[in-house]
């Protein structure tokens, strides 16, 4: 099929979000970022909204949509599937009772392709139990894809982006490097691209591609289980901000410092991320469909890592919590760790 | 003033990036570079990229959708 759906957007998957500092202030000028009622247990910088129903019923709900990753429907379909339930999954909750699909396209794409993507996105949730209940799709000149999920929990037993304690271990799920790897993938499909990857030998660029798109097409609900077995002091999943920029999320939520000596990154993305210039060293580098940083007690660590074993989840510890204001830190010598 | 140019424009990230930093790696300490393209992401990722690089961007215009960029090579 001659039409690619990378090829006609200029910014793919999570790197289309508005960057921290843009959307902050929008958000101060509409005055949504006021204070709410004591119902609302999670609002804005939160990975989902949190609404006290009950006192034994929480509903989350959760937006999230971007553009194309990959040339193929389905997996782009599935790494929405992915990146849509992550933002509720990285609460510690299993329990997302519906989603709703957003997608948009321009006239002239393929039909089939919207198909193959929505086919994709129904499969990936299908796999999680979650029925897809409706959506909205319109005519746009970037195709977008993405969905809205609800999810229920037990208010008590939500881990949110706040709550990280001084003395803390941080674990990452998934190794970090999708923005380059995926450059690589797409621009070893152009002549110009070819010419900026001569160098590097192709089986580097076949690990760093097929690592990443694994990465993305992998869900965090057996996060979500393991993180029902052991107390852990707040979550956050890595996207669109980068590790540093979310990991500064919850440093600023939790009033505390966040220091990060040791990062993981898929096979093949150091070479990549220098040759493109992606700031990967510094967590700086953004992700889509990333994995979960978790704060956790010294004391839980290792009944964390154990719930995550059993799942199969892929873990790497990143750094600790130290007192502080909202910072993070990213050691000069960081130790890179390719996973 | 005398340096080199290099045009990115209309090229997608992250090849302004990519070709801004071959060509800074072809020249000297100290000479100059400017770099014409278009788009926020390619100005501000090319800004970026250059000062974790450690090299100084002398001027950096924006006259319309266009940039234009001055680097010198530290």
């Known amino acids: 099929m001659s039409y690619r759906l990378t090829k006609v957007v200029p910014v793919h998957g999570c790197s289309c979000k508005l960057p921290q500092y843009k959307l902050g202030d929008l958000l101060d000028k509409a005055g949504l970022t006021c204070q709410f009622g004591e119902e609302v247990l999670a609002g804005p910088w939160e990975n989902s909204s949190v609404v006290k129903i009950t006192a034994d019923l929480a509903i989350l709900n959760t937006l999230d949509f971007f553009t194309p990753m990959v040339d193929e429907p389905e997996i782009q379909g599935r790494i929405a599937g992915s990146n849509v339930t992550s933002d509720i999954y990285t609460l510690g909750v299993t329990k997302i009772v519906n989603v709703l699909t957003i997608m948009a396209y321009p006239e002239d794409m393929p039909n089939e392709l919207a198909v193959g993507i929505l086919k994709g996105f129904g499969d990936f949730c299908r796999e999680m139990d979650i029925p897809v209940v409706g959506g909205h799709t319109i005519r746009n000149p970037w195709p977008i894809i993405g969905g809205a999920a609800t999810g229920v929990s037990d208010p008590e037993k939500i881990v949110y982006t706040r709550g990280a304690q001084v003395g803390d271990r941080l674990f990452l799920t998934k190794p970090l490097g999708i923005a380059p790897a995926m450059a690589a993938y797409r621009l070893r499909k152009e002549e110009e691209g070819r010419q900026l990857l001569e160098d590097v030998p192709a089986d580097l660029i076949d690990a760093a591609v097929d690592g990443a798109i694994t990465g993305m097409i992998t869900s965090n609900k057996p996060v979500a289980e393991a993180m029902q077995q052991v107390q852990v002091h707040a979550a956050t999943d890595v996207t669109g901000f980068g590790l540093k920029g979310h990991a500064a999320n919850m440093a600023a939520l939790s009033k505390v410092d966040v220091v990060f000596d040791q990062l993981p990154v898929i096979r093949g993305t150091p070479v990549l991320a220098d040759l493109f210039g992606y700031p990967l060293f510094t967590g700086e580098a953004k992700e889509t469909a990333g994995g979960v940083l978790m704060s956790i007690g010294k004391e839980y660590a290792d009944d964390l890592l154990s719930e995550l074993d059993k799942r199969k989840v892929s873990h790497f510890e990143v750094g600790h919590v130290i007192e502080g204001t909202g910072n993070v830190n990213v050691h000069k010598n960081v130790k890179i760790i390719e996973a | ?74």
Request: net charge positive.
């Open chain 2, 1 to 74: 003033m005398k340096f080199e140019t290099l045009n990115v424009t209309g090229k997608m990230c992250p090849i302004p990036v990519a070709l801004t930093k071959r060509k800074l790696d072809s020249m000297d300490v100290g000479q100059l570079l400017q770099v014409v393209g278009e788009g926020d992401l390619e100005f501000d990722n090319i800004q970026r990229w250059t000062k974790n690089k450690g090299h100084e961007i002398i001027d950096a215009k924006r006259p319309s959708s266009e940039f234009i960029l001055l680097i010198k090579k530290c």
